[in-house]
């Protein structure tokens, strides 16, 4: 990972710390770097459980509330994620939801990922290799 690269999922994690998770007790904290700037996002749910929302919508949406169109890079820290024997968060822990990775294809396809969990930087074609696309 780049400086750059520690430094968003450093403000991910403190994203984390704003979440309104009472019922699953999992606090997800996003970083959207854009080219005009970084916007955070938490995870917010809800008793009825589809009305919630993932922390990476929440910071691609406050990206787009504000004109950004370029994303280039996100970060998630899913600070509850539980450890392994080996002290390590697994990987699959941290990464996005299937409904995250649809937003990433529209409003994010050149965007890299980056977690928690994992020094890996994944490319949106890593994560959902063929998206649903409306428009050609």
Partial sequence: MTPEQEQLLTLAKKAASK?????????????VLTEDGIFLGANIENACTNL???AER???ANARMTGSKKIIGIAVNCSDAPKNENGDIEQNRTMPCG???????ELAPDAWLITNASDTVFTLSSLLPTPFILNT
Avoid at 99 to 105: D, E, I, K, L, N
């Fill in 52 to 54: 919630g929302i993932c």
């Fill in 58 to 60: 929440v910071a691609i």
């Fill in 99 to 105: 409904g995250c990775r649809q937003w990433m294809a």
């Fill in 19 to 31: 979440a309104y998770a009472p019922y699953s007790k999992f606090n997800v904290g996003a970083a």
